[in-house]
Structure formats: structure tokens, C-alpha cells
Nanobody, 123 residues
Framework: QVQLVESGGGLVQTGGSLRLSCAASGRTGIIGWFRQAPGKEREFVAC????????KYGASVKDRFTISRDNAKDTVNLQMNSMNPEDTAVYYCAAADYDKAYVSSSLSAYRYWGQGLQVTVSS
């Protein structure tokens, strides 16, 4: 059973930066970040392949957010820059089974989920 522990959420001003981290216990395949704002569906943010060679980003965060992975530490980071109020949401780390090695933006590809982190961007 894989457990995911997230850290790094909080409050930031428009134009600022935050870094989210996700520590995984056990072997995982792709790891991704999703977010959910009040009254909206859960949205894909970014993911990274098991090897860390491939990444994929949602259209609304591309060129502002960067996902990285350290397999030696079983940690995935999401660096968020140039943030705006539309980035306000609860952010979830998600991991797929070890055999799912390649990037995917589909919710159904991920079996394990973290508890969620609140990220608030003030205007």
C-alpha cells in the first residue's frame, strides 16, 4: 500500500511562488498533481513519469509550473511560479501503480491520493 504525504501549501500573493512536495512510501509509477477549486471538478495540473524523463502539464499551468522527481528520495516536487488567483484550490498528489510508467492526465490512471493541500493566491 502506497502512502503519499504532501507539504508546502499556504498563502501567496499574485505573482509569487510556492513549492509543493509529495513524499511517497512504496514503489510508484507516474506521480501527478491535481487540484480542485470550490464548486469545480478536479483538474489535472502536472505529472511525471516513473523514470522522471517525461512530464506533462495542464494548459493553464504550462510554462509557470515545473514538476520534478527524485527517485532516490521517493519525492516529487511542484514548483509554482507567477501564480494568480485562479490557481487557488486544494492540491492533491496522486500516484499510479508501479506498472504505469508513462505520463497520463487521466484521473483513472492514479490509484493513490494524498490528503490535499490548500493553496490560496491573494489578489
Amino acid at each position: 500500500q502506497v502512502q503519499l504525504v504532501e507539504s508546502g501549501g499556504g498563502l501567496v500573493q499574485t505573482g509569487g511562488s510556492l513549492r509543493l512536495s509529495c513524499a511517497a512510501s512504496g514503489r510508484t509509477g507516474i506521480i501527478g498533481w491535481f487540484r480542485q477549486a470550490p464548486g469545480k471538478e478536479r483538474e489535472f495540473v502536472a505529472c511525471i513519469s516513473r523514470s522522471a524523463f517525461s512530464t506533462k502539464y495542464g494548459a493553464s499551468v504550462k510554462d509557470r509550473f515545473t514538476i520534478s522527481r527524485d527517485n532516490a528520495k521517493d519525492t516529487v516536487n511542484l514548483q509554482m511560479n507567477s501564480m494568480n488567483p485562479e490557481d487557488t484550490a486544494v492540491y492533491y498528489c496522486a500516484a499510479a501503480d508501479y506498472d504505469k510508467a508513462y505520463v497520463s492526465s487521466s484521473l483513472s490512471a492514479y490509484r493513490y491520493w494524498g490528503q490535499g493541500l490548500q493553496v490560496t493566491v491573494s489578489s
